[in-house]
């Protein structure tokens, strides 16, 4: 069985001036332009808020059960399409739409799994 000593020690210089340099360093922070910072940008965002916010609400929120049918109604049309090969008749300025909507969706994908990672570099395996 292992007995455990508890060795209290003596701050050293080096902890002791460690210590001074952040009660130095606090002691410098002004509190009160952290406060007037914030409270400026609170005051910059809040008419931004108050005009899109509502918007993010109805947007980014989960669909209502009144939209259901439309829903259904526009992935019945997709499969259709899909089945007659009807999506190949679509202008030239569509057709680069849909490419580059495709891209920004895979890029937004990868920059998602780069920060779920948390790092560029691949998984650890």
């Avoid at 910072?37 to 989960?62: I, N, Q």
């Avoid at 799994?113 to 998984?123: H, N």
């Amino acid at each position: 069985h292992n007995d455990s000593i508890v060795v209290l020690k003596t701050p050293t210089s080096t902890s002791l001036s460690m210590a001074s340099k952040v009660s130095k360093v606090l002691s410098q922070l002004n509190v009160g332009k952290v406060a007037s910072v914030a409270s400026a940008t609170v005051g910059k965002a809040t008419p931004y808020l108050l005009k899109y916010g509502p918007v993010v609400v109805r947007e980014m929120g989960p669909p209502m059960p009144s939209q259901i049918p439309q829903i259904q109604k526009g992935v019945s049309s997709l499969v259709k399409s899909a089945t007659s090969l009807s999506f190949l008749n679509v202008s030239v300025k569509e057709a680069v739409q849909g490419v580059l909507l495709g891209v920004e969706v895979g890029c937004w994908f990868y920059v998602g799994e780069i920060l779920g990672r948390g790092s560029l570099i691949g998984y650890d395996v």
